[in-house]
C-alpha cells in the first residue's frame, strides 16, 4: 500500500472522529480539487491549446489538432471526474467487489460472463489508425493528470482506500459497451418468460398487449381504418420453466453507474413552424440520475480540422455524444429494439456439452477470479459459452433451462467511430451516413441542420431472425449459428423533411409494420401523443417555447383514467376525494393537490389486479397490459383466485379509492422526491459529512409525462400504511434545445447536478439549484464562453 494511500484510509477514519469534519481534515480535502486557471505542461502536444471556462465550469477548449483536443480532454474531464471514470472501468471489467465486497460479486459475475471488456477489446481492433491515435491521445491527457495530481485524491479514493487505475482506449471503448447493456431488454425478456412460466393462457393473453393505435409513430404513418393495433405474435411460453425470482436482475451494485431508465424525448421543427426560419431541435434523455452527472459539457475546437463541436460529452470517452457542430444539432432517444435473444440449449446428464445441430460439443469455458474486499481468497468463476454466446443462466438462473445470450453489444463494431463522424458532419448527407456506422447501441436519431433540414434515422443493430421469433426463449436449432446477420444500412427506419414540418421521437414506435421487428417492448406511448400534440399547433416558435414543452407535465395517463377514479371515489363515500380529482388541471407539478391521490389510486388499483398472480405483488406487468386489464375489465386478472368471491374491477377500483384518500391532503411535491444518487451516500453518515447526494428536492412530472419522474408509488400488500415521501432516482438526465441557423448555430444545456465530480467543489451541485425553473445555458460551437471565469493554458512538453 503507497503513502498516499495508507493516509487516505487514515484520513477517512479520522473523519468520523467527533462526528464532522476537523478544520485540518477540510483544509487538505480541499487541495483535492485541481484549479481551473493556471498553466500546465502537457506531454505530447504539438503546440501550445487553451481552455476557457464559463461561470458554470463548463469548458472550451481549443487546440491546433484534433489530436491535442482529445488530449486536453481527457485531462480535464480526469480534472473534474476522475471517481466517475475509475467507477466506469471497474464495472466493465468486473471489479466491483474489489471496492465493495461480497455484495458487488454478481455485478462482477454478470460483467466476466457478458466479457464487456473483451468486447471492447475486439472493438478497438477494427477502428482506423487515426481513431486509434484519437483514443491513444484522449488516454495520454487522462494519465498525464492523473501523473501530476497535486493534493490527495477526491474524496471516494480516500475513503475506499484506493488510488485511479492509468487509462486506456480500452477504458474508453467499454463506456459504450456499459451504455449497450443499461439500455437492452434483455433482462425484460427473461422476467417475460418467467411470468408466462406461472400463468395459464387467459392469463397470457394480456401480456401480449402490443402498440396502441392512439400512439403516434415516429414516421408518421397511420393504421387502415379497422386494421387492430399490433400485438405481441404470442403470449405463449413452449418451454417448461419455473418461476424465477432472481430473473429480473442479478446487478444490485451495477447500478452504481447504469445510465438507465430507458425513456426520452426528442423533436425537432422545420423552419415553417418557427419564429425566424431557423429549425430547432430539442431533446431530454431519460436515465437514471447519478451524482456526479451522467454527462459533463464542454466545447472543443481544432483549428487544423475546422472541428467545433459542443455538447454533452461522457468522462471517458473523446469527443461529444449529444450536441452540435457548425451545420448539424442531433439527439438520442432509445429506439426498444430487441437487441438479445436467448437460445434454450441442449445439455447432457452432466452438464459437460451442449448439442450443435446433431453433434455434441464440449462447453468453452474459462476461469476468472474475482478478488473480494475483505477476504483473503479470490472467488472463482467459471464461464460457460457455446457457438451461440455466453451461458448467462450460470448467472442468471432461469428456471432449470441453459440459456445462452446473443446480444448485439457483444457483436464487432460499437458506437465510437461513428460518433466521430458525427461530430465532424458538414452536412446532413454526411451526418445520415455517420449515423449508419453506429451499431451499439440502438438509437433513434433527430437532427436539425443549418441548411434548415430535419430529419430521422434509426441506428443500431437489428438482427435477423426467423418469423415470429425473438419475444420468446428460441431453441438452439432455430438459430445453429446464432443470428445469420443484421438489418441492412437501407432497411433502417428513416424520414427526412416531413410534410408535417416535425419529428417527434419519445421511445414509441417507429412504424406500424415494425412492430415485432425492430422490437416488442414499448412504454405506453403517452409523452409521443402529448409532444405530437403540441408540436403539431407550433407556429412561430423559439428555444422558449421548447424549452417550455420539455418541463411540461400535463398527465394523459391520468386523463384516461381519472372518470375511473373519481367514479370510485364516489362508490367508496369518499365525495371529498372525488371532488378534490375533478378539479384538479392534470398537472403533476409539486404543489399539485390531485396528483398524489390519482397515482396513488392507480398504483393501488395495479397491486390489487395481480395480488394472486404473483407471490410478490410484482411479477412482470408492463403499463399497456395493466391499462388493456382495466379498459377490458377482463375477469381473468381481476377476480381473485384466492377468494371464494368473485371480484369485480369495480370493488377494486373502490379499495384503491380507499387507499388514495390517505394522501388526498397532500401535494405532489409532499408525496414525491427526486435525487441524483452517488454510491458513497448510501452511507448516511458520508452523506451528511460530504453531501454525495444531490437532493432529494420536490420536482414536477409524473409517469409518462412529458417531464417525466418514476416515483415507486406501490404499497406493500400486506401492510395498510402508505408510506410517503417516495424518492425518485431516474429522470431528464439533461436538458438541450438547438436552434440550428446558417453560420449561428446555437446549442442551450442544463445538467441536474453540475459539471464537477468532487462533492466539495462548489460546481458539484450548482446547476441543481436552478434545475426545476430550468434555465439553459448557451453553448456555440468553435466559440468562447460569453462570461469566461478562468483559463488554462497547456504547453507542449516531453512524454
Not at 484506493?162 to 471503448?173: C, M, T, Y
Request: hydrophobic share 40%; no cysteine.
Amino acid at each position: 500500500m503507497s503513502l498516499r494511500r495508507r493516509a487516505g484510509v487514515g484520513l477517512a477514519a479520522g473523519l468520523v472522529i467527533g462526528g464532522g469534519l476537523t478544520t485540518l481534515a477540510w483544509f487538505h480535502l480541499q487541495r483535492s480539487m485541481q484549479p481551473r486557471s493556471g498553466e500546465h505542461v502537457l506531454p505530447g502536444l504539438a503546440a501550445p491549446a487553451a481552455v476557457t471556462f464559463d461561470e458554470w465550469a463548463i469548458p472550451s477548449i481549443s487546440a491546433g489538432t484534433e489530436l491535442d483536443v482529445v488530449r486536453v480532454q481527457g485531462f480535464i474531464h480526469a480534472s473534474d471526474r476522475l471517481w466517475q471514470m475509475e467507477l466506469f472501468q471497474r464495472v466493465a471489467r468486473g471489479r466491483l467487489a474489489e471496492l465493495f465486497g461480497p455484495a458487488a460479486l454478481d455485478a462482477d459475475r454478470l460483467m466476466r460472463t457478458l466479457d464487456v471488456w473483451s468486447a471492447a477489446g475486439r472493438e478497438l481492433d477494427d477502428v482506423s489508425e487515426t481513431e486509434r491515435a484519437l483514443l491513444e491521445a484522449y488516454a495520454e491527457g487522462v494519465n498525464a493528470r492523473i501523473a501530476s495530481w497535486r493534493g490527495p485524491w477526491p474524496p471516494e479514493f480516500l475513503i475506499l482506500g484506493i488510488e485511479p487505475q492509468p487509462w486506456s482506449p480500452q477504458a474508453s471503448v467499454s463506456i459504450g459497451r456499459i451504455m449497450s447493456l443499461d439500455l437492452s431488454d434483455w433482462r425484460e425478456e427473461l422476467d417475460r418468460m418467467s411470468a408466462l412460466a406461472t400463468l395459464d393462457a387467459d392469463h397470457r393473453r394480456a401480456l401480449g398487449a402490443g402498440y396502441p393505435a392512439w400512439g403516434p409513430t415516429i414516421l408518421q404513418d397511420t393504421l387502415p381504418s379497422g386494421t387492430p393495433p399490433p400485438r405481441l405474435a404470442s403470449a405463449e411460453t413452449p418451454f417448461p420453466v419455473g418461476p424465477n425470482p432472481a430473473a429480473s436482475s442479478p446487478d444490485p451494485l451495477i447500478q452504481l453507474s447504469r445510465f438507465g431508465f430507458h425513456a426520452s424525448n426528442s423533436w425537432a421543427l422545420a423552419g415553417s413552424r418557427t419564429a425566424d426560419g431557423a429549425s430547432l431541435l430539442a431533446n431530454d434523455m431519460h436515465l437514471a440520475l447519478r451524482a456526479p452527472s451522467t454527462w459533463y459539457l464542454n466545447g472543443i475546437a481544432a483549428e487544423d480540422s475546422g472541428l467545433a463541436v459542443a455538447g454533452l460529452s461522457i468522462p471517458g470517452t473523446p469527443g461529444v455524444i449529444v450536441g452540435l457542430n457548425r451545420d448539424i444539432a442531433w439527439s438520442f432517444t432509445n429506439a426498444e429494439v430487441d437487441d438479445a435473444d436467448f437460445v434454450v440449449e441442449g445439455i447432457n446428464l452432466d452438464g459437460s456439452m451442449y448439442r450443435d445441430t446433431d453433434d455434441w460439443r464440449p462447453f468453452e469455458t474459462r476461469t476468472e477470479e474475482i478478488l473480494v474486499r475483505g477476504r483473503g481468497e479470490p472467488e472463482t468463476w467459471v464461464v460457460r459459452s457455446t457457438v451461440r454466446g455466453p451461458v448467462i443462466t450460470d448467472v442468471v438462473p432461469a428456471g432449470g433451462l441453459t440459456l445462452s445470450l446473443l446480444w448485439t453489444g457483444l457483436e464487432p463494431g460499437g458506437p465510437f467511430a461513428a460518433l466521430l463522424e458525427m461530430n465532424r458532419a458538414s452536412d446532413a448527407d454526411a451526418f445520415v451516413a455517420a449515423v449508419a456506422h453506429f451499431r451499439s447501441p440502438h438509437q433513434n436519431v433527430i437532427y436539425a441542420a443549418s441548411s434548415g433540414e430535419i430529419g430521422y434515422r434509426m441506428a443500431g443493430s437489428v438482427p435477423l431472425r426467423p418469423t415470429g421469433e425473438g419475444a420468446s426463449p428460441i431453441s438452439f436449432e432455430r438459430l445453429p449459428e446464432g443470428w445469420p446477420g443484421f438489418w441492412p444500412p437501407e432497411a433502417m427506419p428513416a424520414l427526412r423533411d416531413p410534410e408535417r414540418g416535425y419529428l417527434v421521437s419519445a421511445n414509441n414506435l417507429q412504424a406500424r409494420t415494425l412492430f415485432g421487428r425492430v422490437g416488442v417492448y414499448y412504454p405506453p406511448p403517452f409523452r409521443a401523443r402529448r409532444i405530437d400534440d403540441l408540436v403539431s399547433r407550433a407556429s412561430g416558435w423559439t428555444v422558449e417555447e421548447m424549452r417550455e414543452t420539455q418541463l411540461d407535465s400535463h398527465s394523459l395517463w391520468a386523463e384516461r383514467y381519472r372518470p375511473r377514479a373519481v367514479r370510485a371515489a364516489r362508490r367508496a363515500g369518499l365525495d371529498s376525494l372525488a371532488l378534490l380529482l375533478e378539479r384538479w388541471d392534470l398537472r403533476t407539478e409539486t404543489e399539485s393537490r390531485g396528483a398524489a391521490p390519482f397515482f396513488t389510486w392507480l398504483y393501488r388499483l395495479r397491486e390489487l389486479i395481480v395480488a394472486d398472480e404473483f407471490d410478490d405483488g410484482d411479477g412482470w406487468f408492463p403499463d399497456l397490459a395493466f391499462m388493456e386489464i382495466v379498459d377490458t375489465a377482463d375477469s381473468a386478472w381481476i377476480d381473485d383466485a384466492r377468494t371464494p368471491e368473485v371480484e369485480r374491477l369495480e370493488t377494486l377500483e373502490e379499495e384503491a379509492a380507499r387507499t388514495a384518500a390517505a394522501v388526498s391532503g397532500s401535494s405532489w411535491g409532499e408525496v414525491h422526491r427526486e435525487r441524483s444518487a452517488h454510491p458513497l451516500g448510501t452511507v448516511a453518515w458520508l452523506d451528511r459529512l460530504f453531501g454525495f447526494h444531490v437532493g432529494p428536492y420536490p420536482s414536477r412530472g409524473g409517469p409518462h409525462t412529458v417531464r417525466p419522474d418514476a416515483p415507486s408509488l406501490r404499497s406493500r400488500l400486506d401492510s395498510t400504511a402508505w408510506k410517503v415521501p417516495v424518492v425518485s432516482e431516474a429522470g431528464p438526465s439533461s436538458r438541450f434545445v438547438a436552434r440550428a441557423a446558417p453560420s449561428d448555430m446555437a446549442g442551450y444545456f442544463l445538467l441536474p447536478t453540475g459539471q464537477a465530480g468532487n462533492p466539495l467543489d462548489p460546481h458539484y451541485r450548482d446547476m441543481g439549484a436552478v434545475w426545476t425553473e430550468s434555465p439553459l445555458i448557451e453553448l456555440r460551437p468553435g466559440r468562447p464562453p460569453s462570461k469566461a471565469a478562468s483559463e488554462l493554458l497547456f504547453l507542449p512538453g516531453s512524454r
